[in-house]
């Protein structure tokens, strides 16, 4: 049974960091690119980043360019979102998802989610 267990979320300051974990367990997680998603309270969830099954491709939102970095370590089936720099708009749950894919692209839709972490950014 697919699974993704996200971890790593908190309450920080204004410029503060911190690193998202997906961890996956119940599937072949090389054949899947995993993105991170958010949602935001009074919000649509929206997309952040995306991360192809080799991890030789990504891509993100613009909000969150040069801020955020997704990295995957497929020897631990675990997907990784450096957050710096991050700003009270930041604040949301933060979702990682898997889906099944036979290209190379990073190309995420969310088809397969975790259950979420919550990223307060505040003074």
């Known amino acids: 049974q697919l699974q993704l267990v996200e971890s790593g979320g908190g309450l920080v300051q204004p410029g503060g960091s911190l690193r998202l974990s997906c961890a996956a367990s119940?599937?072949?997680?090389?054949?899947?690119?995993i993105g991170w998603f958010r949602q935001a309270p009074g919000k649509e969830r929206e997309g952040v980043s995306c991360i192809s099954r080799s991890g030789t491709s990504t891509n993100y939102a613009d909000a969150v360019k040069g801020r955020f970095t997704i990295s995957r370590d497929n020897a631990k089936n675990t997907v990784y979102l450096q957050m710096n720099s991050l700003k009270p708009e930041d604040t949301a749950i933060y979702y990682c998802a898997a889906d099944f894919t036979l290209t190379a692209e990073a190309m995420c839709v969310g088809r397969n989610w975790g259950q979420g972490t919550q990223v307060t950014v505040s003074s």
């Open positions: 119940g599937f072949n997680f090389h054949y899947y690119a």
